[in-house]
């Protein structure tokens, strides 16, 4: 480790010196509370291997974990299952339901670990179930359900404890496209009324597009970049992050606020030219094409009533002539 640490040796490197495999490297998050927070690369890029860390499925060879104040690395055993248990659920890939159990058994199993009394944990399960739309399902066996239902029924069972923060592991990618963006779907809408605090581990750069707050991309164990679907799409900062992005359609990532020019003059939006041909700061590049299709000229960004930037239509066509170029 220290050797690594001092020559600042690549994965590559490390493997042809010492014949060991670097997971993940020089990897420092900071993430907000109730962000949705994508984590995606290739396989092999060690983005599963760094949420395993959060909760010490997998063991830090240094560094810190800090979640509201506490050291995850510092507590013992017991400190860290209480803490699993009550602060952290996760969403595996496979569903990892019990075949035994069912479906209303397998929600309630967290709050069973808790030493809550069945009345209660079954009743709690059973409410989170409804959220989930698996209501009808609580005693079904996992075998009964399609592959989309035991998901949501995995997602239950880690919100049913009511975590602080959930992590989850590439949850979709089992399924067929159309299950998949269906659970998006039910996953953003949840995420919006739960407010919890994700970590959400893709290879699919549309799904984190769609989902993240904001997106971390990772190559060899090492994160390449962080920021906004927006800002990554359009300012990618390395080589690696620009050929990654390349298929992405630019037209409902980029945003007005990321292409209009400041407004310095008085504009108001009671001016006649400016009144018809307004948006507003978080308008899609899709909307403003059809805005300019159908009254060209320029188009006013608009925040709180106020005109706080101009649109003009080279700068409409600037921004779809590089996304083509990158594509």
């Known amino acids: 480790m220290n050797a690594i640490q001092a020559q600042n040796l690549s994965k590559a490197e490390v493997l042809e010196q010492f014949n060991c495999v670097v997971g993940v490297a ?23 291997t760094l949420v395993r860390h959060f909760n010490r499925l997998l063991e830090p060879t240094a560094g810190e974990i800090i979640i509201d104040g506490i050291d995850v690395m510092q507590l013992n055993t017991p400190q860290l299952q209480k803490f699993r248990n009550e602060r952290i659920g996760m969403v595996f890939q496979n ?5 035994h159990r069912s479906v209303l058994d397998n929600v309630a199993m967290p709050l069973e670990i808790r030493g809550i009394g069945k009345n209660e944990r079954l009743q709690q399960a059973s409410e989170v179930l409804e959220i989930v739309e698996l209501g009808a399902w609580g005693n079904k066996f996992a075998h009964e359900l399609s592959g989309g239902m035991q998901q949501r029924v995995g997602l239950a069972r880690a919100i049913s404890a009511n975590p602080d923060v959930l992590l989850m592991d590439e949850p979709f990618s ?19 009324q739960l407010q919890k605090t994700t970590v959400f581990i893709t290879h699919d750069l549309d799904e984190a597009v769609r989902i993240g707050d904001r997106i971390a991309i990772m190559k060899d164990g090492v ?17 690696y992050v620009a050929n990654f ?20 003059t008085d504009l108001s939006t009671n001016t006649p030219s400016v009144r018809n041909n307004v948006v507003n700061l978080d308008a899609s590049l899709t909307e403003i094409i059809e805005m300019s299709i159908q009254r060209p000229g320029d188009i006013y960004v608009v925040d709180a009533e106020k005109v706080v930037g101009v649109i003009e239509q080279s700068d ?12």
């Open 26 to 48: 020089n990897t420092s998050l900071d993430i907000k509370e109730g962000e949705i927070f994508c984590i995606m690369g290739l396989s092999g890029s060690g983005k599963s």
């Open 95 to 99: 569903f990892a339901l019990m075949p």
């Open 174 to 192: 089992a399924l067929d496209p159309l299950i998949r963006r269906q659970l998006q779907d039910e996953f953003i809408k949840l995420s919006k």
């Open 223 to 239: 994160v390449d970049q962080i920021g906004t679907a927006e800002e990554i799409v359009m300012n990618p900062q390395t080589e």
């Open 245 to 264: 992005v390349a298929g992405i359609s630019r037209l409902k990532v980029v945003k007005a606020h990321a292409i209009m020019k400041p407004n310095i």
């Open 316 to 327: 409409i066509l600037k921004t779809v002539i590089e996304g083509t170029e990158t594509s």
